[in-house]
């Protein structure tokens, strides 16, 4: 029978790209001209002390300030960050997660003040503590509390802002810390149960509610550059989502049911030699989620093809939204059914990769659920990252530039002075000068109040939202309302994932290196020793893992005791380790401070003689001024043969406590 597959064309998804930086004031400018550009959603970039809840005068937020992302100290800095934008109009996104309650909370402060109606904001608050936990790093308090946070925020937005999705379970960051599909797909789709079950016996939603809570749920995802294993990953992800919805929680509107999603594509093997491909690979992902109808994006952010370089101008987000309109606007995509449907190969291989997500989760459920497995989840996703490595080491993964056709033509778009955007040291000052002020003029007796009622709720188990929105409107800042909650909850530090040796036999460079550990460990009278610090708010942990996970595995006692350390913390490490070699690992682009912090900290305690080496994102310049300050090596992506970063360690101790001590 002659049938039409063709039909007048659907809505495209949001434009999106992840946006902010130095300053309220200076993020709003980038936001409105990104908008006057075509882009049709907002999503906020927060610094580190922001999504950690520090205010910016506390210790670890020395050189973090503004640098990631946009500082939101108080409700002061959220008029300035929305500032000529309706927020009735907006869709906005915030990636936040230990304090996705407050930053909510500050937003709809502001509508209240503006006198907007709450029920018409839309927008998405990340809110995913597990991934946090897993490989992010931006968590504060334990497991329990951060399920009972968000459950809070589940139960409290579908009656009062009914359009915003109050928890967007994140699986993006599950595949830069190595996951494997079926991996992104069953933590992903555990962490949404957790939240599920955890919101079902609060009680605070009533059964005949559940539904609307369910449909509510939204999810944030990677796509790599492994086209046809990621559309269907999409694919398998929209059939295991229904498949839970149906079977365990008994929903049946097929609204509630569907499985709804933003995606920024992955900045995992965006590449620092040869950055132009990054252009390439960037679209080819981007079809991956938007190619197939039955699994297409409702929200699709790119990164810009410089990432892995640093910082992106407003030009490099252009660039990468023109890609987005190009394929919505002048292509027939959004004209056609689902290409896909009745293909052997995609329908196989969803399958495929069902079955597979169906076993990790039913081992999960085993285990206790997503909360009561992260050690063993971290665990596994350390020893994935570990295997892809070593692939694109031993040439098994190609990564063009990278391993293979590495011979090039200088990138006239990758040179010079202004290639990436920096931020002026100075605004970290203005910042702290800003929050002193902001509290020099509130009313400290109603502050005292609110936060007193905001602890108070968080001991009674009372909902956590409408306290916070007091707190908001009271002029309590960022830092003063994560006190309040860490005072209550306490804090957490998660696994690191690596305890566990992996023993490598036969693998040449690796035992030559081991051999070296050996010989130089009996010269010095003692285990060669490596400590590894990540200085600072930096939560990126994944490079870090992998150089202490080798290290170990060549016979180094390496310690490495996770992230969030102060500079003192970090020399203490060294100190009471007898370091022989001290490695600080940083992609915050904080390196210059961080480092010379660092640096100061270890004379202080008598370990100026300890050489340091360091790894990130660093600029060229940055590098020299690294080297100028007395750091032995400096390691960027590009540096991706870590055994050999090992061999580098190695010749520095020797050279520092053997030929030259």
């Excluded at 990436?420 to 509130?442: C, F, G, N, Y």
């Excluded at 350390?565 to 380790?577: C, D, G, L, V």
């Amino acid at each position: 029978m002659d049938k039409t597959y063709q039909h007048a064309p659907d809505r495209p998804w949001i434009f999106r790209t992840y946006a902010g930086h130095s300053t309220a004031t200076k993020s709003n400018e980038l936001y409105r001209g990104n908008l006057a550009k075509g882009q049709t959603g907002l999503s906020i970039a927060f610094d580190l002390p922001t999504q950690t809840a520090y205010d910016a005068d506390h210790i670890l937020s020395k050189g973090e300030v503004g640098k990631v992302g946009v500082p939101v100290k108080h409700l002061g800095d959220m008029r300035l960050l929305f500032d000529q934008l309706p927020l009735e109009e907006m869709n906005t996104s915030m990636t936040i997660n230990a304090p996705a309650a407050w930053m909510l909370a500050l937003y709809v402060a502001l509508a209240d003040e503006r006198g907007d109606d709450r029920t018409k904001l839309r927008g998405t608050t990340q809110n995913d503590i597990v991934k946090e936990y897993l490989s992010r790093g931006t968590y504060v308090f334990p497991p329990e509390p951060s399920l009972r946070l968000i459950s809070d925020m589940v139960s409290w937005c579908y009656t009062e802002v009914p359009k915003w999705n109050p928890m967007n379970v994140c699986s993006y960051h599950l595949q830069e810390a190595g996951a494997t599909p079926e991996q992104e797909l069953a933590y992903a789709l555990a962490t949404a149960i957790s939240v599920l079950d955890t919101v079902k016996a609060g009680g605070q939603v009533p059964e005949s509610d559940f539904e609307t809570v369910f449909g509510r749920i939204s999810f944030f995802v990677n796509a790599g550059v492994r086209f046809v294993t990621e559309l269907c990953k999409m694919r398998a992800f929209v059939e295991l989502w229904e498949e839970i919805g149906r079977e365990r929680y008994g929903v049946t509107s097929p609204k509630a049911l569907l499985f709804r999603y933003g995606v920024q594509v992955n900045s995992l093997g965006l590449t620092e030699p040869q950055p132009e491909n990054n252009v390439y690979r960037i679209l080819i992902e981007a079809m991956a989620v938007t190619l197939s109808k039955k699994a297409r994006c409702r929200a699709l952010q790119l990164p810009a093809w410089n990432e892995a370089l640093g910082l992106p101008r407003p030009w490099d987000q252009q660039w990468s939204l023109r890609l987005q309109q190009i394929l919505a606007y002048e292509t027939d995509l959004l004209e056609y059914e689902d290409i896909f449907d009745g293909s052997h190969v995609i329908e196989s291989k969803t399958e495929e990769l069902k079955a597979l997500a169906r076993d990790a989760l039913a081992d999960l459920d085993a285990r206790g659920g997503a909360t009561q497995s992260i050690d063993y989840m971290k665990e596994s996703l350390v020893g994935a990252h570990i295997n892809r490595i070593k692939a694109i080491e031993s040439g098994d993964l190609t990564v063009v530039g990278v391993n293979r056709y590495t011979e090039t033509e200088t990138s006239p778009l990758a040179g010079g002075d202004g290639s990436i955007q920096t931020v002026d040291p100075a605004e970290e000052s203005a910042q702290v000068r800003d929050l002193k002020e902001w509290r020099s003029k509130r009313d400290a007796s109603a502050v005292d109040e609110a936060l007193a009622a905001l602890k108070q709720a968080a001991q009674d188990g009372t909902n956590i939202m409408e306290p916070s929105i007091a707190c908001a409107k009271a002029g309590v800042t960022t830092g003063e309302w994560g006190t309040a909650m860490r005072e209550i909850f306490g804090e957490f530090r998660a696994p690191t994932g690596v305890a566990m040796v992996i023993k490598t036999e036969g693998e040449e460079d690796a035992v030559a290196v081991r051999k070296e550990v050996e010989r130089v460990s009996e010269a010095l009278g003692r285990q060669l020793t490596y400590v590894l610090g990540k200085p600072g708010l930096d939560g990126h942990s994944n490079g870090a893992e992998q150089i202490a996970a080798r290290g170990r595995e060549v016979g180094m006692n390496v310690v490495y005791e996770g992230i969030r350390f102060t500079p003192s913390e970090i020399a203490a490490q060294a100190k009471e380790n007898n370091a022989h070699v001290v490695g600080l690992s940083i992609l915050s682009g904080s390196h210059l401070d961080l480092v010379r912090e660092t640096i100061a900290e270890l004379r202080a305690v008598g370990l100026g003689d300890v050489p340091v080496v360091v790894g990130g994102i660093i600029p060229l310049e940055d590098s020299r001024a690294l080297r100028q300050m007395g750091i032995a090596r400096v390691y960027t992506p590009k540096d991706f043969k870590i055994t050999e970063i090992m061999g580098d360690v190695v010749g520095i101790v020797e050279k520092a406590w053997l030929v030259e001590g």
